[in-house]
């Protein structure tokens, strides 16, 4: 009686997204659909890089690739966990960051308009950046890599995400340009002022928390609830911003898809809304000049 015919890594593939559209997983943490996450999880189970995948995706799978596979698919659909924790791994354009459970999994458009160098709001290369609520540290070590002359400092509250961080830093070979601090976001930051401030900070908003997917809930809750309204940070970086900045120093922050939200609370802002792959209604840019003439929240 003949074999049964060798498995494939397109069959695998297919089976696991179908598995995972019948399970009702959601996605966000590097993938956008079932396909994806299915594709990305094989190539882990193949140890080979992303590209490589479309050469070997009708080739006979061994059968301890084919189990490696099956463990994690099994896995993302028994304990609905990222991908990303699931392969300790993640990418933000062209950049691998090691992730686990003690930072959020990057993916910030903040990433997309450092790849242009912020064009067309600065008109220099910053000599330096800040990057606060830094998590694995990912927008920092992009923004060391797009100013290769900028000195970089990145801070968060959590020991456990500046662990992480330091990680990355150490990977992406930045140690003499990426300084970490442990700081309630200036609170460590007396007197410094910076020619580029970013931030990722916690935007999520009570009633948005109360809804979040069970992939999401496996993130540390300090890295993603920003009070009841999720502007609590946002304020305060607004705030406090224009003493961190140098003159005509620019800062650069991600509100989720809050900037209605964030023009109410600030009607005398005239934020600039920058164009990204989420929209126009995700990530905020104020000069210190203009942020200076304002930043007091409206009634």
């Given at each position: 009686?003949?074999?049964?015919?060798?498995?494939?890594?397109?069959?695998?593939?297919?089976?696991?997204?179908?598995?995972?559209?019948?399970?009702?997983?959601?996605?966000?943490?590097?993938?956008?659909?079932?396909?994806?996450?299915?594709?990305?999880?094989?190539?882990?189970?193949?140890k080979c890089d992303f590209e490589d995948l479309p050469k070997r995706i009708d080739q006979a799978l061994k059968p301890a690739a084919a189990r490696r596979a099956q463990s994690l698919f099994d896995r993302r659909i028994a304990e609905r966990?990222?991908?990303?924790?699931?392969?300790?791994?993640?990418?933000?354009?062209?950049?691998?960051?090691?992730?686990?459970?003690?930072?959020?999994?990057?993916?910030?458009?903040?990433?997309?308009?450092?790849?242009?160098?912020?064009?067309?709001?600065?008109?220099?290369?910053?000599?330096?950046?800040?990057?606060?609520?830094?998590?694995?540290?990912?927008?920092?070590?992009?923004?060391?890599?797009?100013?290769?002359?900028?000195?970089?400092?990145?801070?968060?509250?959590?020991?456990?995400?500046?662990?992480?961080?330091?990680?990355?830093?150490?990977?992406?070979?930045?140690?003499?340009?990426?300084?970490?601090?442990?700081?309630?976001?200036?609170?460590?930051?007396?007197?410094?002022?910076?020619?580029?401030?970013?931030?990722?900070?916690?935007?999520?908003?009570?009633?948005?928390?109360?809804?979040?997917?069970?992939?999401?809930?496996?993130?540390?809750?300090?890295?993603?609830?920003?009070?009841?309204?999720?502007?609590?940070?946002?304020?305060?970086?607004?705030?406090?911003?224009?003493?961190?900045?140098?003159?005509?120093?620019?800062?650069?922050?991600?509100?989720?898809?809050?900037?209605?939200?964030?023009?109410?609370?600030?009607?005398?802002?005239?934020?600039?809304?920058?164009?990204?792959?989420?929209?126009?209604?995700?990530?905020?840019?104020?000069?210190?000049?203009?942020?200076?003439?304002?930043?007091?929240?409206?009634?």
């Amino acid at each position: 009686m003949p074999g049964l015919p060798p498995i494939t890594p397109r069959q695998l593939i297919a089976a696991a997204a179908t598995r995972f559209r019948k399970a009702g997983l959601a996605y966000g943490h590097g993938t956008l659909n079932a396909d994806d996450e299915a594709a990305w999880l094989m190539v882990h189970a193949l140890k080979c890089d992303f590209e490589d995948l479309p050469k070997r995706i009708d080739q006979a799978l061994k059968p301890a690739a084919a189990r490696r596979a099956q463990s994690l698919f099994d896995r993302r659909i028994a304990e609905r966990i990222p991908a990303a924790y699931i392969t300790r791994e993640a990418w933000l354009g062209v950049h691998r960051f090691y992730v686990d459970e003690r930072v959020i999994v990057p993916r910030s458009y903040i990433a997309e308009l450092l790849r242009d160098r912020l064009r067309p709001w600065l008109a220099r290369a910053p000599a330096t950046v800040l990057d606060l609520c830094t998590g694995s540290g990912c927008l920092a070590i992009i923004a060391a890599h797009t100013f290769s002359r900028a000195q970089v400092e990145a801070t968060d509250v959590s020991s456990d995400a500046l662990a992480v961080a330091q990680r990355n830093v150490r990977a992406h070979r930045l140690n003499t340009r990426l300084h970490l601090l442990r700081s309630d976001l200036f609170a460590a930051l007396t007197g410094r002022r910076y020619d580029l401030i970013i931030s990722n900070p916690p935007y999520v908003g009570a009633m948005a928390m109360r809804r979040l997917p069970a992939e999401y809930r496996h993130e540390p809750e300090l890295a993603l609830h920003g009070g009841n309204d999720g502007l609590d940070l946002v304020r305060r970086i607004l705030a406090d911003a224009p003493h961190h900045l140098a003159p005509r120093g620019w800062l650069v922050m991600e509100v989720g898809h809050y900037r209605a939200r964030v023009e109410r609370a600030f009607p005398r802002l005239p934020f600039i809304w920058a164009e990204t792959s989420g929209g126009d209604d995700c990530v905020l840019l104020l000069q210190r000049e203009t942020l200076q003439q304002g930043a007091a929240p409206g009634s």
